[in-house]
């Protein structure tokens, strides 16, 4: 079936470091692939998409590329600050049914000053 | 600019108790959904309504059902919970389903002892 797996957390980084989430999928087809973000305390909130393969979503310095071939959508950032520290989370949609999310089980970013 | 509500914030119930997670959006959005939140599995889905009259299992809807009252609000009820219950719960809406973005409320969080 359709899933989502993403790299176990957590992540300790340092301010202004490199940051890299692995994320990759199993669908049938081609799905839509997004990155969320919880902050504490808060809902999920939508980071950024991507609808087809080769699209690269973007949003608040983060990024992430759709890739067909090896079946990933693995979200990066130059230069993290204290103010990223949240769990994310990788999820697609099916692109036969469309009406399921599946999420990953989340990765926990704490950037240290 | 509320967005989805979701009451109460925090619940404590004992094993067999029963109890209503109430949810409300003011986007007037067609598409609502529960998901539960638990360690190391994500979100899952646990019903869904793609609008206004209808609602769908999901995931995992065993010991729960929902009710859409309508287009704003759709609650959740466990009617004797147990201990697998505890959980954060979420409750999200789309404009239709499948719409590329779900947007979340804050949460409840829910512990059965």
């Known amino acids: 079936g359709d899933s989502v797996t993403q790299m176990e957390g957590p992540v300790t980084l340092s301010e202004e470091a490199f940051l890299t989430i692995n994320c990759t999928y199993t669908?049938?087809?081609?799905?839509?692939l997004f990155w969320y973000v919880q902050y504490p305390g808060e809902g999920l909130q939508l980071l950024l998409k991507a609808t087809k393969a080769d699209d690269k979503g973007s949003n608040k310095g983060f990024e992430a590329t759709y890739r067909k071939e090896t079946t990933s959508f693995h979200l990066e950032k130059g230069s993290v600050q204290v103010s990223d520290s949240a769990v994310y989370f990788c999820?697609?949609?099916?692109?036969?049914?469309?009406?399921?999310?599946?999420f990953g089980t989340g990765t926990s970013l704490t950037v240290i000053p | 600019n509320a967005g989805v509500t979701q009451t109460p914030k925090f619940q404590v119930l004992k094993t067999g108790q029963s109890m209503t997670l109430q949810c409300a959006q003011d986007m007037n959005h067609n598409s609502m959904y529960w998901y539960r939140q638990d360690p190391g599995m994500g979100l899952r889905l646990i019903y869904y309504s793609a609008s206004e009259g209808t609602t769908d299992k999901g995931e995992v809807p065993n010991g729960y059902n929902v009710s859409r009252l309508n287009k704003r609000e759709f609650s959740l009820r466990l009617e004797s919970a147990a201990p697998s219950q505890t959980s954060v719960y979420f409750c999200a809406s789309s404009k239709r389903l499948g719409q590329l973005a779900l947007h979340f409320g804050n949460g409840t969080r829910l512990t059965v002892t």
């Open positions: 669908a049938t087809g081609y799905p839509s």
């Open positions: 999820a697609l949609i099916p692109s036969n049914t469309g009406n399921q999310f599946y």
